[in-house]
């Protein structure tokens, strides 16, 4: 069983940055593909970024080049650094795990966080 726990929503202007954790406990963390996912009201829940045991990484189109996502073994904790937001990147932001090398889709996750608020005001 692995737990996640996400941190860092809250409410910034359009063109600030934001940095969200993902603390995870349980299962050996280093071994795992790691994700964030979004999803924003009336919509499905899309890929933002992955990165797996290797630290290879995948972004979504949306987000390249304004969003990192990073990895720090010794803490079981991931990152996401969000640059030059703007207002649709508003959505509760998820971290997931995965067991697989990594993946854009939700089934290549089987844990979940709770997820945190990011609002992007304009």
Known sequence: QVKLEESGGGLVQAGASRRLSCA????????????????????EREFV????????????DS????????????WNTVYLQMNSLKPEDTAVYYCAAGTYSGGSSTNDYTYWGHGTQVTVSS
Request: charged share 20%; glycine share 6%.
């Open 24 to 43: 995870a406990s349980g299962r050996t963390f280093s071994s795992f593909a790691m994700a964030w996912f979004r999803q924003a009201p009336g919509k």
């Open 49 to 60: 970024a992955y990165i797996n045991w290797v630290r290879d990484t995948s972004y979504a």
């Open 63 to 74: 987000v390249k080049g304004r969003f990192t996502i990073s990895r720090d073994n010794a």
